[in-house]
Structures are given as C-alpha cells and as structure tokens.
C-alpha cells in the first residue's frame, strides 16, 4: 500500500507542476483539478491510478452523487466539474510512462457527465447582485471614525465604481491609480493579479458622487499619511498586542502592506452586510452591478464597446449574456418605464429609425390577430 500511495503522489506532484509550468494555469485552477483527484482517491481508498478502468468511471459517478457537500447533495455544475477536472488528469497521466499500457484511452468517456446534468449546469441561472440603492445604504452606514473604516468604505465604494475583481484590488498600488483622471493602470508589470494576466484600464464610473468622493479621499488621505506610490490603495490593518501579550487590539489603523489573499476584504463586506441585516452579496457580485449601472449609460453601439473593453471582456456579448442579466424586479422596473416612455417615431439616427420602421412594418401586417411571418 505504502508504494502504491508513493507512487500516487509522485505523479500528482508531476501534474501539478505541469499545470503551473507549462500551462501556466493559476492557483484556484489547479486546486479544482486536484480536488477532483483527491476525491477519486478517496472513494477508491487510494488505489493506484494505473488499475483505472471504465468500471471504476461508473462506480465514482455514482459514489459522487451519493456524497454530500456541507450536508447538502452535491449539484450538477459541482458533479460536472468534478467529473471534466479528473477525466482531463487520466488524459495526461495515460501519456506518461508505465500508464499508456494500462489506461484504456475509451475509459475516459464514462467520466462524462450525464447530458442532463450538463444542460442542468449549463443553464443559465439569475445571478444575485446588490441594487445601487443597497450600496450606497451599506456604505453609508459604516461611520468612518478612524482609518479602519475610512478604508473599508472606500474599498466597497472602490469595488462597485471599478467592478475591478478582489484579487486585483488587494494587489493595486497607488501608482496605479489615476485619480484625476478617473482610471486604473490595471497591468501585470506593475504587480496588479489580473484574471489570465490581462493588461486592462478600467474607469472609476461616478455611479454616486458620495461613494466617489469615499475614493478620491481615501486616496488622498494614504498620500497625507505617509504613503508611496509603491504601497497599497487598500492596506492591511495593523496589529497591535494588548498589554496582557496574549492576544491583540482591535485594530484602528493601517501599515504600507498588501493583503496576502482575498479572504480578508470577503469577511469585510460579510460584517458590513451583517450589520445591516442583509444576506451576503460577495464582492464579485458587486462587479455585476457595476457592469449593469454601466449598461443604463449606453446611448449607442460603441458605448457598448467601450464597456466591454472596460471590464476586460473582448466579446460585448459575453458582457450582455453573463453580466447584463437584470433582477426580476429591476426588469419589471426597465419594462415599465420602456411601456410609459412616449413612443420615439424618428431620430437622428439611421440605425435605429430603420429598426423603428421595420418594427412598425410588421405591426402594421398583423390583422385580425394573426401575425404576417417575415421571410425575407
């Protein structure tokens, strides 16, 4: 058994440095893929990876859909995750020596997931975010007595004004922010941890002048205080021991330090959200109501463009599908108002009065409640 689990994690190791080195994937991916092996160990009782087989594809799908996460069953897109992580670790480990004899390459199909729980997971689901009026209450309500609270108001102001991702906010320095100006040197080089290392300036929207001025101050104050262009936006609290030696003070102020992972800034908006009795909205989710604010800006097509850039997304339709998505309350509210607008019969632009008269085409051929089928 001894040399069987030697040899397992060996090879794991191997992958995994694989997947850092020559994929370059980071280190949230290649936890996924381990998690997905490390549970295959477990329901095998770590059996050598060299005595997989079709059989033992099913028998983990079935041992999967078993287990419970947290007390809960565990739901498709976490089954289908799981399933697409392990299937691509048997692909590679096949090509390394002493498994290609072993490893029916034919196996891997039976840890595909079922192709209803791929529709089930592919769905689109409503994506929970925070209203504009609930950030400017939750900000509001943090007082701002001392540096502590100057920053975490300033930080979810930041997050919703920027919709800049945690991980890249806990890594921006000063240096990288263009207060005057009102945007952000989001790049690599300059140490920001960007999503597959993109270099991207997005702007500091004035959604809110309060929430603006939040920023600009908190700037301006960490400039006053002392601070390099080198230290953080968005520091670290600085901890100080009691007089007893075994325990610290709350902490009341900041030092020049990054924050070593996103945890912290997490447990942030948590307290906050607590304290005004709310469910918890992550900070991601706040990027979706950055992106919606921004989408009420549009006048036309390439306002759609720049927005899409502005977020860091090539494809202004991965910004309508994933983050456009309104709350059904927001949509009732968008649909009313379009209904209660006074019909718009010509503009000055060319588009959309072609658009308009097309539309009014096609009402203008529905009679007696049957609709014309246009087939040109």
Excluded at 286 to 315: E, P, V
């Amino acid at each position: 058994m001894e040399n069987k689990l030697d040899k397992n994690i060996v090879v794991k190791r191997e992958y995994q440095v694989w997947l850092k080195y020559t994929q370059g994937f980071a280190e949230p991916t290649i936890t996924g893929r381990m998690r997905a092996i490390k549970l295959y160990e477990e329901c095998t009782g770590n059996e050598d990876f060299s005595k997989y087989n079709s059989q033992k594809g099913i028998d983990f799908q079935e041992w999967l859909s078993d287990r419970k996460f947290n007390g809960k069953p565990i739901s498709s897109n976490t089954k289908r995750a799981i399933l697409i992580n392990l299937k691509k670790y048997f692909v590679w480990l096949r090509e390394q020596s002493g498994y290609k004899s072993k490893i029916n390459k034919n196996s891997f199909e039976y840890l595909n997931p079922s192709r209803k729980e791929s529709a089930i997971a592919n769905a689109d689901h409503l994506k929970e975010f925070p209203s504009k009026e609930y950030i400017c209450k939750l900000v509001n309500s943090i007082k701002g007595e001392d540096e502590i609270s100057k920053r975490n108001r300033a930080l979810i102001s930041f997050t919703y004004l920027t919709g800049m991702r945690d991980s890249a906010i806990i890594s921006l320095s000063l240096r990288c922010v263009k207060i005057k100006e009102l945007y952000i040197k989001q790049e690599p080089r300059l140490g920001v941890n960007t999503k597959f290392s993109k270099t991207n300036y997005p702007k500091i929207f004035k959604f809110d002048e309060a929430l603006l001025k939040y920023v600009t101050d908190w700037y301006g104050y960490l400039f006053d205080k002392g601070f390099k262009p080198d230290n953080p936006l968005f520091p670290r609290a600085k901890n100080v021991l009691s007089p007893n030696i075994y325990s610290f003070q709350e902490a009341v102020e900041v030092e020049p330090c990054f924050w070593k992972s996103t945890t912290s800034i997490r447990q942030i908006f948590k307290n906050y959200e607590k304290e005004i009795g709310s469910d918890y909205y992550p900070p991601h989710s706040f990027r979706h109501s950055a992106i919606i604010s921004a989408l009420g800006l549009l006048q036309n097509g390439l306002d759609l463009k720049a927005i899409s850039q502005n977020f860091g997304h090539k494809d202004v339709l991965l910004v309508l599908s994933v983050y456009g998505q309104l709350s059904p309350n927001e949509q009732l509210r968008q649909l009313n108002d379009m209904e209660n607008k006074k019909r718009i019969e010509k503009t000055d632009d060319p588009i959309f009065d072609e658009v308009h008269a097309f539309a009014e085409n096609i009402k203008r051929k529905i009679v007696n409640g049957k609709s014309a089928i246009y087939t040109g």
